[in-house]
């Protein structure tokens, strides 16, 4: 039972274009999100959050969009650098709720 | 300057041995999170832990796992009797305040469990 969902296990990007990583979940009670970059044998690190209040959240090149009605969110990088490279995972959490339910992530290849 | 270390880094083990992955030093914080993320798959919650007391847990977290704040400061995972499937990478996280004012949940480095 997958509650959120990144369909797309990998993407290439040029380099200065922007990347787009979407995910998706099932679960209406989820209200709060979280993005995360993981390199190979580090932790997640936090990206941008959203809540279920908004539907756009920018912090620098990074943006997300969340669309409730679609359960949909989406992470916008513009533009994409190399050291973008890396693999990105969505999470979500319902209000109150104290542990986070990750996608499967996505890897993103920025290419010079 | 982190926040938490994680140790050992790397541990190597034999089915069946017990384990402990540790999280040093935490402070001022009382809610503790274990994840893991088996290689190639997503991150999965284990368990949360809140003023010493497991506050939730998931289907992995079975009888051969626990949790402990020992000394007030370390914190820890046990395995206690390994299984092949429980290689993978161990994250301890616990919830800061970003800039923006948001509580994100924090990732450890983690420690890599290899079973043999």
């Known amino acids: 039972d997958q509650q959120v969902k990144q369909n797309s296990p990998s993407l290439s990007v040029q380099e200065g274009r922007i990347s787009i990583l979407n995910c998706d979940y099932t679960?209406?009670?989820?209200?709060?999100f979280l993005w995360y970059k993981k390199y190979p044998a580090e932790g997640p690190t936090f990206l941008i959050s959203?809540?279920?209040?908004?539907d756009k959240n920018e912090d620098g090149r990074f943006t997300v969009f969340l669309n409730k009605s679609a359960k949909h969110l989406s992470l916008h990088i513009v533009p994409s650098q190399p050291g973008d490279s890396a693999v990105y995972f969505c999470?979500?959490?319902?209000?109150?709720?104290?542990?986070?339910?990750f996608g499967p992530g996505t890897r993103l290849s920025v290419l010079p | 300057e982190p926040e938490v270390t994680q140790t050992p880094s790397h541990q190597v083990t034999q089915m069946g041995q017990e384990v402990i992955l540790r999280c040093v030093p935490i402070s001022n914080h009382l809610y503790f999170y274990w994840y893991r993320q088996i290689l190639g798959q997503k991150v999965e919650f284990l368990v949360s832990f809140y003023n010493n007391e497991i506050s939730e847990k998931s289907e992995i977290f079975d009888d051969q796992f626990s949790v402990e704040r020992p000394d007030g400061s370390n914190f820890t995972l046990k395995i206690r009797s390994t299984k092949l499937e429980d290689s993978a990478m161990y994250f301890c996280?616990?919830?800061?305040?970003?800039?923006?004012?948001?509580?994100?949940?924090?990732f450890g480095a983690g420690s890599r469990l290899t079973v043999l």
């Open positions: 999470a979500a959490s319902a209000a109150g709720g104290q542990n986070f339910v």
């Open positions: 679960n209406s009670m989820f209200d709060y």
């Open positions: 996280a616990w919830f800061r305040t970003v800039t923006s004012g948001a509580n994100v949940l924090t």
């Open positions: 959203i809540s279920s209040i908004k």
